[in-house]
């Protein structure tokens, strides 16, 4: 049993506007972070599922998952990076709100 394409990609669109809602609405830089990774993660899905829908021809593509192993790598070093972002904004200012990092001077 196969799950169609056109359920992954509106899976996808779903993933991808909880991901934007999340980034936009958000003052936590965490859920911020959270978010982007949604987001990244929506467009893997859609990615995958490209790949699969123009290889119904049955010939082997894989053009669709090696992006997404790239993308995952990205959001790997992105996490790396913002996680450490966090850390050290939180050291100066005690606090995860993206209030308190409107002005980075202090």
Known sequence: MSVPTEHLLALAAILFAIGVAGFFTRRN????????????NAANLTLVAGSRLHSSTGAV???GPILVIFIIAVAAVEAAVGLALVIALYR???????????????
């Open 29 to 40: 830089l965490i859920v911020v972070l959270m978010s982007i990774e949604l987001m990244l």
């Open 61 to 63: 593509q894989v053009d």
């Open 92 to 106: 100066q200012k005690q606090t995860v709100s993206l209030d308190a990092f409107a002005r980075l001077e202090d």
